[in-house]
């Protein structure tokens, strides 16, 4: 079974500065994909980025990176230029490249507060 | 599309009561999920469905029941509503039995049993 671990139950960072909120997983599996989610008050999960295991290239989205190391299990996003609207729970989550049937194992989770 | 519903938004039952949370999608998505989120955590997995027909546990299904007569609806039963289902549930769908199709999550029922 795979376990996610967000060490981080809450951070807070002033607007416009960078934040990185981290991630380690354990599995035992090769092939699998990593993801970041955003839940903003209104409860919905919404993806914010996604990295394949297989793919050596940190993934990106706009002010939004992952930086992946395979080896040490570790998958923490990066947020640039941080808005008022990044506020949110990010969850950081695990699913096996083998089927989606299993679902996704989800951290619990690192409240971000971005002060005004 | 309206993407995944879920109805009702909120619920307050009483201790022994039963209900059925509905799902629905109109994306044509074969698999779907139900996970539940407790109050500071991330979300687990109770069921999940690979097709019309086809059900299986997650890693927390007990005290619920489903059934997928449908592509498009997966509702979630609780019998005899015991404060431990205290929680808010997700349902999820996504196109393949592939990690690579993103899972599409509904707005959540937040259901309070007392």
């Known amino acids: 079974a795979q376990t996610v671990t967000q060490s981080q139950p809450e951070m807070s960072v002033q607007e416009a500065e960078t934040v990185t909120l981290s991630c380690t997983y354990d599995t035992s599996e090769n092939n699998y994909y990593l993801f970041w989610y955003k839940q903003p008050p209104s409860r919905q999960m919404i993806l914010v980025i996604r990295q394949e295991a297989y793919k050596q290239q940190n993934a990106t989205e706009n002010r939004f990176s992952v930086n992946f190391q395979k080896a040490a299990k570790s998958f923490s996003l990066k947020i640039s230029d941080s808005q008022l609207g990044d506020t949110a729970m990010y969850f950081c989550a695990f699913e096996d490249s083998g089927g989606g049937a299993d679902g996704l194992t989800f951290g619990k989770g690192t409240h971000l507060i971005i002060q005004p | 599309n309206a993407g995944v519903t879920q109805t009702p938004k909120f619920r307050i039952l009483k201790i022994g009561q039963s209900m059925t949370l509905q799902c629905t999608q109109d994306?044509?998505?074969?698999?779907m999920y139900w996970y539940r989120q407790d109050p500071g955590m991330g979300l687990k997995l109770i069921y999940y469905s690979v097709g019309a027909g086809i059900t299986d546990k997650g890693e927390v299904p007990n005290g619920y029941n489903v059934s997928r007569s449908t592509t498009e609806d997966f509702p979630l039963r609780l019998e005899l509503a015991a404060p431990s289902q205290t929680s808010v549930y997700f349902c999820?769908?996504?196109?393949?039995?592939?990690?690579?199709?993103?899972?599409?999550f509904g707005p959540g029922t937040r259901l309070t049993v007392t």
């Open positions: 999820a769908s996504t196109l393949g039995g592939n990690a690579a199709y993103e899972q599409y």
């Open positions: 994306m044509n998505h074969n698999y």
